[in-house]
């Protein structure tokens, strides 16, 4: 199978190519299996060699080229899930737009540009630690999409390198709970309320979490998995839980996630247009 093939064979089922090198990588294991006297002889050796570990030992044996081959293994999977991964951004980006061949041309321009080449890096970094078919593939594709679309990457780039960090710090599900910020409940039970501006203080993730979860949009994502989502939009200041009235009804007191401008700009950054 020449190059292309495997990567696109990889594309649609990453899952059989690691499965295969599993089983290649076992049934060696299983080939030369270590005994105990082998563990008594380097045992023996390393006792009579001083400031010789055991570690040593054991990899100058039979062990020696399975640990290097285990080694090389996971740096040729990681190559190839990449190049995958890179494939699968640009497909993506071309599957979301109706004209594929001015989206090309625009990525074109984008990675000959010293700017956007930075930012493309940087995109494909973090789709690096992510699975192949995960939600970053879809929330990234979207980002790039957009930043493709810029017309002039030098002004945008010191804006888009910022969001570029903001997305790196946070979970793909407070990205995705981000993206559905229009979708977010009233927040209930929160009891104690220190308000500073209008902001309310402290941590109150859990009731957040809670009050998310609840609604009929949410109820499929766990409670603690919620609350992890809803301390990296705080913690990166893409959220805050604010107290007040509601525009329709000024009589009434609510406490609200709301969206701060940076993001907004964020959300308006990984959100298709």
């Known amino acids: 199978m ?80 990449d190049d995958a991964k890179k494939m699968r951004l640009i497909g993506e980006c071309l599957q979301k737009s109706d004209n594929h061949e001015k989206m090309l041309n625009s ?22 630690e992510a699975p192949v078919d995960g939600d970053m593939l879809d929330i990234l594709s979207d980002y790039l999409s957009n930043l493709a679309k810029e017309d002039n990457l030098e002004k945008a780039f010191s804006r888009n390198k910022t969001i570029l960090n903001l997305i790196d710090k946070c979970s793909p599900q407070a990205l995705i709970l981000l993206r559905r910020a229009d979708e ?24 957040i979490a809670k ?31 604010v107290y007040g009235t509601m525009m329709s009804n000024p009589s009434r007191k609510i406490t609200v996630e709301q969206l701060t401008d940076l993001g907004r700009i964020v959300r308006e950054a990984i959100t298709r247009k």
Do not use: C
Not at 188 to 195: A, C, F
Not at 196 to 201: E, I, W
Not at 220 to 227: A, R
């Open 107 to 128: 990525l074109v321009d984008l990675i000959t540009n010293p700017y956007g080449l930075t930012l493309y890096l940087k995109i494909v970094n973090l789709l690096s």
């Open 184 to 207: 977010w409940p009233l927040v209930k039970g929160v009891k104690v309320l220190e308000i500073n501006n209008g902001y309310v203080q402290g941590d109150n993730s859990r009731p």
């Open 2 to 81: 020449d190059k292309k093939e495997e990567l696109k064979a990889i594309m649609e089922h990453p899952e059989y190519m690691l499965i295969a090198e599993n089983k290649t990588l076992k049934q060696r294991i299983n080939s030369k299996k270590i005994g105990k006297e082998d563990v008594k002889k380097a045992v023996a050796v390393t006792a009579k060699n001083k400031g010789k570990s055991l570690v040593s030992d054991v990899l100058n044996g039979k062990w020696f080229d399975l640990v290097y081959d285990f080694v090389n293994t996971g740096e040729q999977l990681r190559d190839k899930l």
């Open 211 to 241: 009050s998310f979860v609840e609604a009929k949009q949410f109820s499929s994502i766990p409670v603690d998995d919620m609350q992890m989502a809803i301390i990296d939009l705080d913690t990166n200041g893409l959220a805050k839980l």
